[in-house]
Nanobody, 115 residues
């Protein structure tokens, strides 16, 4: 069973930065894809960024140029570097791993951006 443990959320002022971490356990880290999702109150969960096993990345339009997703195979950890944060980025952020129709989720971490 794959387990995903997130950390790095918190409170930051507009224009600031945070780095989220997702530590993965299990045997499937080196294959399949990882992604970060977020959900704000009263809104649907949306895909923010993805990274494939080959390192290909994709981003939701509103975060392009501000967020960077990366992975460290030695640490079995996926990161989301978030720069130039604004209040619209406030949400619970979730790490996701998918492989052959199986889906795994982290517990979620709160990101709050004040104006």
């Amino acid at each position: 069973q794959v387990q995903l443990v997130e950390s790095g959320g918190g409170l930051v002022q507009a224009g600031g930065s945070l780095r989220l971490s997702c530590a993965a356990s299990g045997s499937t880290f080196s294959t399949g894809g990882f992604g970060w999702y977020r959900q704000a109150p009263g809104k649907q969960r949306e895909l923010v960024a993805t990274i494939t096993s080959g390192g290909t990345t994709n981003y939701e339009d509103s975060v392009k140029g501000r967020f960077t997703i990366s992975r460290d195979g030695a640490k079995k950890t996926v990161y989301l570097q978030m720069n130039s944060l604004n209040p619209e980025d406030t949400a619970v952020y979730y790490c996701h791993h998918g492989l052959l129709g199986l889906h795994y989720w982290g517990q979620g971490t709160q990101v709050t951006v004040s104006s």
